[in-house]
């Protein structure tokens, strides 16, 4: 591996982490440096909602809605696994995502997939595109299925 194939990939590592510390203290300005302006992200694996997918900015306000109910959540990226090609990436990592839903005093999870396919820009390395994949959920005893 070369070095700019290891810089690449230690900046990709940084992406994700800028996007789960977006996500976590709701600083969605901080979110939306993971993504190019023309970004496609799906979130419909998480929600039920007709909206839970599109453009960055309609991501957003998603999210700040969404999200905004939920008092804490903590999200965890691991296994991440990165295929590079030239300017572009395609990113498999895994997440688990402990979480206290409204109303309730214990934990819910759940876990899962964020693929992703990367750009090299002006301003280093984005997400144009973002599937997430969940692929299974724990509520807390009592904890209403949260669904958007």
């Known amino acids: 591996m070369g070095l700019q194939e290891l810089a690449d990939k230690i900046e990709i590592h940084e992406v994700l982490a800028r996007y789960a510390r977006g996500v976590d203290t709701r600083d969605w300005d901080l979110w939306r440096t993971v993504f190019t302006e023309d970004a496609f992200i799906d979130y419909r694996a998480a929600s039920?909602?007709?909206?839970?997918?599109?453009?960055?900015?309609?991501?957003?306000?998603?999210?700040?809605?969404?999200?905004?109910?939920?008092?804490?959540?903590?999200?965890?990226?691991?296994?991440?696994?990165?295929?590079l090609a030239g300017d572009t990436a395609k990113v498999l990592a895994m997440f688990f995502n402990p979480m206290r839903l409204p109303g309730t005093t214990g934990l819910s999870y759940c876990g899962g997939f964020y693929n992703h396919e990367m750009v090299r820009t002006d301003e280093g390395w984005k997400s144009r595109r973002l599937v997430e994949e969940n692929v299974w959920f724990e509520a807390a005893p009592g904890a209403a299925q949260l669904r958007q």
């Open 48 to 83: 039920s909602s007709d909206t839970s997918f599109g453009s960055r900015d309609e991501m957003e306000v998603w999210l700040t809605n969404g999200i905004g109910m939920i008092p804490m959540t903590q999200h965890y990226i691991t296994n991440i696994e990165i295929e």
